[in-house]
């Protein structure tokens, strides 16, 4: 059982329905039995987008309202905020010196998003060296398990064999951390792939009823369903994995109806819909209050800071001793 737990979220716009099932629904639980550091990853926001940051500071704190309304209780997990941190860009220099390239150049999402962001020039240092950040963002804390998505397993390979490294020539020093991963299951966005930002397929924590109800009618059904009277596969069908996730509790009844064609695709849909709608109101609700407190969620991120910070301290005082910088 992993006892500190760390993990960090990139602000580039708002929560959606991935990730409270894929990641922050393991956070909140988390929180009850381990000691938690959630932060803001803005200077890893930065290696991608670094041509426009104008949004960064609203994205930054929209996040943590996001994550405060979902659950995460900021007497409980240590909330802050990358750059308030300046040890880890440090430390992050430090592990530089002894991550070798090939490492990084390995990387599958590195060769990935060179040539899927077209838009952006990011053969920069600064997004090679993205896992190198992230290395330091984990041990800065020592945290021994990391929540993340599997797209983040290779990132958390590399920390361990950069742990391994830093152990080898300066002598036992960091624990190998070890990646939690989600039991949901995976959560379809409304065109069937896998829901994400980058796809714009995704149902925000803070869409209006009304935007989620058009959003799930559109959502791919089994082609089968040619017309209101051909009977479906459900296994086919994106909105039945959501379903799985909503309508636990008539699950049967759905399946029942579209291999029947007793129900059509909007009116399966509409059911799933106004489950969504529902399941949501409280977290909005509670998203509504929190931003009538203006600066509330920065007053979060200081008192975090305050907790992450003398651990930081500690971390790279002895990091520099190691290293000959004394
Ligand atoms: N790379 C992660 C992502 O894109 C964000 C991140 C940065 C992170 N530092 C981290 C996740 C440390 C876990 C631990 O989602
Ligand atoms: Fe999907 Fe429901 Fe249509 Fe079946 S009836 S294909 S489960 S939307």
Redesign the pocket.
Known sequence: MARRI?????PTGKLHLGNLHGNLKGMIELQEEAECYFFI?DW?ALTTDYGDPSRLREYTEGMVLDWLAAGIDPAKAAIYRQSDLPEVAEFQLYLSMITPLGWLERVPSFKEQLEQLEGKDISTHGFLG?PV??AA??LIVRADG?P??ED?LP?LELTREIVRRFNYIYGETFGEPQSLLSRSPRIPGVDGRKMSKSYGNFISLTDPPDEIKKKVLSMITDPARRTRKDPGDPEKCSAYQLHKVYTQDRLDEVAENCTTAGWGCVECKGILAERVVDSLLPFQERRRELESRPGYAWEVMEQGLARAKPLAQEVLGDVRARMGIE
């Open positions: 760390l993990t960090g979220y990139r990853a890893h993205y950040l992230q963002d984990i990391v993340v998505g983040q990132h």
